[in-house]
């Protein structure tokens, strides 16, 4: 499968965006998908994740109550809303599949190239 994220760019903080993830070459809803992050000189971290069908959700702490992802498998096309944005926030953004409902990147096989989101305060 191919994933192709989009939406990323530079927004003042408290603004919002919203990233995509286009899948192709693959049946979106036969995989579990995760949003991740990585700032610059630190390891990547997990931000959200959902299952096949859209009924569970999870999201990391840091972000819980400002960021929700969703999925439209007609579609293809998994989202993350990012709502009240903070400079700690800046990062490249990337989309992952995988088959376990879990934050761990290493249950993902696959990725997309990123997209970057940089807050100014």
């Known amino acids: 499968v191919q994933l192709q994220a989009s939406g990323g760019g530079l927004v003042q903080a408290g603004g919002s965006l919203r990233l995509s993830c286009a899948a192709s070459?693959?049946?979106?809803?036969?995989?579990?998908m995760g949003w991740f992050r990585q700032a610059p000189e630190k390891e990547r971290d997990f931000v959200a994740a959902?299952?096949?069908?859209?009924?569970?959700?999870y999201h990391a702490d840091s972000v819980l109550g400002r960021f929700t992802i969703s999925r439209d498998n007609d579609k293809n096309t998994v989202y993350l809303q990012m709502n009240n944005l903070k400079p700690e926030d800046t990062a490249v953004y990337y989309c992952?599949?995988?088959?376990?409902?879990?934050?761990?990147?290493?249950?993902?096989?696959?990725w997309g190239q990123g997209t970057l989101v940089t807050v100014s305060s």
């Open positions: 959902i299952n096949r069908s859209g009924s569970s959700t």
């Open positions: 070459g693959r049946a979106l809803s036969s995989a579990v």
């Open positions: 992952a599949a995988g088959s376990t409902f879990t934050g761990r990147p290493v249950a993902y096989n696959y």
